[in-house]
Nanobody, 124 residues
Framework: QLQASGGGLVQPGGSLRLSCAVSGRTFTVYTLGWFRQAPGGEREFVAA???????HYADFVKGRFTINRDNGLNTVYLQMNNLKPEDTAVYYCAFAPRRWAMSAVTPIAHYDAWGQGTQVTVSS
C-alpha cells in the first residue's frame, strides 16, 4: 500500500518535497516510480529509483527533481526544485516488486501498486 503526500501550491521557481510511504511487505528487489497527470492529459513518467540505488528521470525534470528513498522509514521522496507552471499536475507514486531495467521503468503497466495522488499547483 502506498500513501502519497506533500503536494500544494507553490510559486514558479519554488520547491516542494513529495513523500510516498510504502507499507506492507519489505522488498529487497523493487522499482519505485513517480508519475504525474495534468488536467486533460495522460499520466506520464517523472522519475524512478531501483533497488541498488540507481535512478532515472524524464528529460523535462532532469536537474530539477531528485528521487530518493529513506530505507529506515520505507518512504520514497521526490524533491522538486525550480518548479514551473507546466509542472502543475496530480503526482502519483508507484511500486513494482521487481528491478526493471532502466529502459523499462517508464511504462505505467510495469507498476503493480499506486498511491492515491497528491496535487501540485505551480502558479503566481
Amino acid at each position: 500500500q502506498l500513501q502519497a503526500s506533500g503536494g500544494g501550491l507553490v510559486q514558479p521557481g519554488g520547491s516542494l518535497r513529495l513523500s510516498c510511504a510504502v507499507s506492507g511487505r519489505t522488498f529487497t528487489v523493487y522499482t519505485l516510480g513517480w508519475f504525474r497527470q495534468a488536467p486533460g492529459g495522460e499520466r506520464e513518467f517523472v522519475a524512478a529509483a531501483r533497488s541498488g540505488g540507481s535512478t532515472h528521470y524524464a528529460d523535462f525534470v532532469k536537474g530539477r527533481f531528485t528521487i530518493n528513498r529513506d530505507n529506515g522509514l520505507n518512504t520514497v521522496y521526490l524533491q522538486m526544485n525550480n518548479l514551473k507552471p507546466e509542472d502543475t499536475a496530480v503526482y502519483y507514486c508507484a511500486f513494482a516488486p521487481r528491478r526493471w531495467a532502466m529502459s523499462a521503468v517508464t511504462p505505467i503497466a510495469h507498476y503493480d501498486a499506486w498511491g492515491q495522488g497528491t496535487q501540485v499547483t505551480v502558479s503566481s
